[in-house]
């Protein structure tokens, strides 16, 4: 089994160290957190309140919201909130709310994805003209730099110009954290193209996009294997001539399932760190797994911020 030979991070200087403390210099966004109602996403909104990330508008049933503070002992005093009467109507507040320019983000918290994203994606929602997707960052130990994947929560079954805007969206993301030029590895199971495998063809044509200014601010290859994507060692054993082979800033899965499971295995079996976000809308959204802890939801909050103020400064 071949590994990557590049040096791991340093633990006390670590991707998410830093991203921590480069959003730590902005104000804060205000956030509409939909469904609230447990332990998790409560200790997000109260986290990244208490770190300056965003200032939160809890939203969701009242009594549950209460309920579940008052068990696990966490203090909501101060925070703005508005009353619903079930989760969907607080997705749907809150995707109002960021229509109206009332807030300039959303967290997810108890509630499943679809529902989120179902009033999202609505004709009244947060649709551009650009497709939505979803970036997981991922800070890998054995990995030199934070390591993007995507898309892994909205996007089954991409089609060559679903990818195109998946690869683009990453791009935007990289640079708000100030990867002026990311490496973007096109993923399928061998890196030459085959002609029955559809993930090889569309990673020739997304990177011949790129060559032809149609996909812009990245270099792309691909397709490229996990091994050969993340591995020196690995690219030249294969004679893989590449400046992206090895060492990759983005991962681009070639369906949400490959997409999931590189993402889950390196969280649960490489105690990656984690954090969450959804691009394309009208405004960034952590979306964070039920099962994600407080950390991962602090994390997900510091990345929407630098995004949000990266637009921001870039349009202005």
């Known amino acids: 089994m071949h590994t990557s030979n590049n040096a791991p991070c340093d633990p006390h200087d670590s991707p998410f160290a830093r991203m921590l403390a480069q959003a730590l210099h902005l104000p804060p966004m205000r956030t509409a957190v939909v469904h609230p109602v447990d332990e998790a996403s409560l200790l997000g909104a109260v986290q990244g309140r208490d770190a300056g990330l965003i200032d939160p508008i809890l939203i969701g049933p009242r009594a549950k919201i209460d309920a ?67 970036v997981f960052m991922l800070g890998v130990p054995n990995y030199h730099k934070p390591l993007f994947i995507t898309d892994a929560a909205i996007n089954i079954v991409p089609e060559l110009e679903d990818k195109a805007d998946i690869i683009r969206n990453a791009i935007d993301l990289c640079h708000a954290l100030g990867i002026a030029l990311p490496k973007v590895a096109i993923l399928a199971a061998i890196e030459t193209v085959h002609p029955r495998m559809r993930s090889t063809i569309e990673a020739a044509a997304l990177c011949k996009m790129a060559d032809r200014g149609q996909i812009t601010g990245g270099l792309l290859d691909g397709p490229l294997a996990f091994d050969n994507a ?54 960034p959204i952590m979306l964070t797994s039920r099962s994600d802890d407080a950390d991962a939801r602090t994390a997900s909050a510091a990345l929407a911020l630098l995004f949000a103020r990266h637009r921001v400064k870039a349009k202005s």
């Open 230 to 283: 993340i591995s020196h060692e690995a690219a030249m054993i294969k004679h893989i001539v590449s400046p992206v082979a090895g060492d990759a800033d983005v991962l681009i899965a070639p369906d949400l399932e490959a997409g999931n499971m590189i993402a889950k295995q390196l969280i649960y079996l490489a105690s990656a760190q984690v954090a969450g976000i959804v691009l394309g809308a009208r405004v």
């Open 68 to 134: 579940a503070a008052t068990a696990a002992h966490i203090d909501i005093t101060g925070i703005d909130r508005v009353d619903t009467e079930h989760s969907h109507a607080a997705a749907e507040e809150g995707v109002r709310l960021a229509r109206a320019g009332e807030v300039e983000a959303i967290m997810k918290g108890s509630l499943h994805t679809d529902e989120l994203m179902s009033a999202v994606m609505a004709p009244n929602g947060l649709k551009t003209d650009r497709r939505i997707s979803h």
